[in-house]
């Protein structure tokens, strides 16, 4: 059973850090492209960032890039998403979901985490 | 980035109705468009992927339809647990975007 399992969300001061973790068990993660994807209290889904499986192709939402570092250890079965300069509009529970290549030609999102939470205040 | 579209933001139906959602991309997206559905405190959950292929395990009372900028999503007969969040997404960029969702009550 294909299962993701996010960690590391808190209470975090404008301006801070935090690093999230997604653990991933039941499928060959090293052969997997990865996303992470956010969701504000009460509002809709914004993708913010994509790893592909060797890690060589990454991309970034306009929001979080340069602040937000996305990586992964295949060794691990691991994602990660480490988040600096963190602002109030950060806030929001972050999903990592898995990335795949459907029998239709485009990419999905297949399987999501349970989600952590993340909020920044002071 | 493109941007999705989705109308209406929210609506009331009555068990047995059959329900449309439209999603519009700003830019001729092929059929690189996914619907999933998202219930309160719950992950999304991967309906339809590239605009009409129902994912595995999906009743078949949901059904999607569109190519190019217009795309829908239809519930032939809903169901007390379809009552829930519907959100589109384009995978045509690399840059991923999601519609605003429709937040679908029973009325």
Not at chain 1, 53 to 76: L, P, Q
Not at chain 2, 31 to 43: D, E, F, S, T, V
Not at chain 2, 55 to 83: C, H, K, M, N, Y
Request: glycine letters at 10%; proline letters at 3%; charged letters at 15%.
């Amino acid at each position: 059973e294909v299962q993701l399992m996010e960690s590391g969300g808190g209470l975090v001061q404008p301006g801070g850090s935090l690093r999230l973790s997604c653990a991933a068990s039941g499928f060959s993660f090293s052969i997997y492209s990865m996303n992470w994807v956010r969701q504000a209290p009460g509002r809709g889904l914004e993708w913010v960032s994509y790893i592909s499986s060797s890690s060589s192709t990454i991309y970034y939402a306009d929001s979080v890039k340069g602040r937000f570092t996305i990586s992964r250890d295949n060794a691990k079965n691991s994602l990660y998403l480490q988040m600096n300069s963190l602002r109030d509009e950060d806030t929001g529970v972050y999903y990592c979901a898995r990335d795949h290549n459907s029998f239709g030609g485009d990419r999905v999102l297949d399987y999501w985490g349970q989600g952590t939470l993340l909020t920044v205040s002071s | 980035d493109i941007q999705m579209t989705q109308s209406p933001s929210s609506l009331s139906a009555s068990v047995g109705d059959r329900v449309t959602i439209t999603c519009r991309a700003s830019q001729i997206i092929d059929n690189y468009l996914n619907w999933y559905q998202q219930k309160p405190g719950k992950a999304p959950k991967l309906l339809i992927y590239a605009a009409s292929n129902l994912q595995g395990g999906v009743p078949s009372r949901f059904s999607g339809s569109g190519s190019g900028t217009d795309f829908a999503l239809t519930i032939s007969s809903l169901r007390p647990e379809d009552f829930a969040t519907y959100f589109c997404q384009q995978t045509y960029t690399n840059i991923y975007t999601f519609g605003q969702g429709t937040k679908l009550e029973i009325k």
